[in-house]
DNA sequence: TCAAAAGTGTTGACTCTACACCCATGT
DNA sequence: ACATGGGTGTAGAGTCAACACTTTTGA
């Protein structure tokens, strides 16, 4: 800050885009805000970031008063921030926006201090007209987007299960979440295949019809190598 | 924000990572700073966020201060947010950190208004205990580590080029930035098979000693089918 | 004619998709 | 027995690294 010109005051909150996966689709935790603006409009979970806390303390702290989870099973990054002069009718508010994925059995509804916090599926609140507060709707698209890429490079599809999982329990995330579905036979190859992406319990069995399956716990891995690809998308035929 | 905590109050500042290639080098543009805290080390550009722009805004008004670059061939976007408590001693400033990547020969050293901006080679200062102002190491880590992988996926190279380049100049940057050898066959191969690009200018000449050269410039993809992958790092041998 | 850089062809190793097939359980 | 889901084998298509080889210029 070479030529410094005084600080101007803003204040800082920190959002939340929690997901998890439940019957095969990609699950967004909203609360109902019971105040202006925006009263009665869905929002995404959030609050003013305190005195002596850091950006993912405050987000962290966020999380689990509204899901009760602490950072165990959890995976939780920052996402974007977002600082739009007119984003809010109070006045200049920037929005550390967190990227959240929980598992489902995890999180009983809401262990919740809002009085109205619930699990909504993401896809019609992207395509519809069902209007969040503030820019909530850009912000959950942009870590809908973002989960669905790390999900190639990245072993965080495991924070979705409940910690011992099954292979066909991970490919549902995946095709949830893709929107896609996928060769059991090549998934289960693919990801025990790749290093570090998850390991054995040894605990071999669980009922869920059929032959039972052996029970796995992530890996060590941060990245993948090989990624595992999403099928490429039908290109629109020439014209 | 259901259970509304009184919004506590902090400065917002910008902060940039600006990249180019030179001789064959990653650099980034620092200051050194004037005034204290920390008089006399260098620091990333950056300045507070003014009572009417979006960050987006003051980014780029900070990069046009510093290197006289303005939106058309830079590539500029949102890194991450920095707001530990104790960053800055002045008191709680948050630092929205973005990454520039801008052509060589466009920046004239500097247009800046700074007393002393520089070019300074990446490497050393993430090796060495040449100590940055703030945590401005650690930002300039991440965003080092973000054009890498980038260059992956993405047609970014581009950016560092002056817009009619050759296949070989934009190998460069790739050998620059990721730290490696590529084969030319190869890569050109890659390159030109890639949909979306680079486009052939027709305008084909351009002296360097040898054969001439095709001129291109930045095809319309936003990411690239197939990746450009980096080489796999030697593992460490075995114990 | 030679050096230097641009660009093409080819080959073997690897990877991925698709699908036939076998395995282990509940009813 | 047989339906249901878990898991393995294998062949054809595609991709990639390595490198021999050709093209086009300046000196």
């Known amino acids: 800050m070479p030529a410094m010109e005084s600080p101007f005051i803003i204040a800082v909150a920190v959002d939340l885009v929690i997901l998890t ?26 609050g003013f970031v305190l005195p002596d806390e850091d950006l993912a303390g405050a987000a962290s702290r966020e999380l689990a008063e509204e899901t009760g989870l602490t950072g165990l099973t959890v995976h939780l990054e920052q996402l974007a921030t977002y600082g739009h002069p007119g984003r809010d009718p109070r006045g200049r508010v920037v929005a550390v926006a967190h990227l959240a994925l929980v598992p489902n059995a995890g999180t009983p509804v809401a262990g919740s201090d809002a009085a109205d916090a619930r699990w909504y599926r993401a896809e019609p609140l992207l395509q519809g007209r069902n209007r969040l507060a503030f820019d909530h709707r850009r912000i959950l698209a942009d870590g809908v987007d973002r989960a669905r890429a790390k999900l190639e490079y990245s072993p965080l599809a495991a924070a979705f299960c409940p910690p011992p999982f099954t292979i066909a329990e991970l490919r549902r995330v995946y095709e949830a979440v893709w929107g896609t579905t996928l060769d059991p036979r090549n998934f289960h190859r693919k990801v025990t295949g790749t290093p570090g992406f998850v390991e054995p319990t040894g605990a071999t069995t669980n009922r869920q019809g059929g032959r039972p399956a052996q029970l796995y716990r992530r890996g060590s891995a941060t990245v993948l190598h090989p990624a595992m690809l999403r099928p490429a998308e039908a290109a629109p035929p020439a014209p």
Chains 1, 2 share one sequence.
């Not at 805000?33 to 409009?41: L, N, T």
């Open 21 to 46: 996966v439940h019957d095969g689709a990609l699950e967004v935790l909203l609360v109902t805000r019971g105040i202006e603006p925006h009263r009665g409009r869905l929002a995404l979970p959030g």
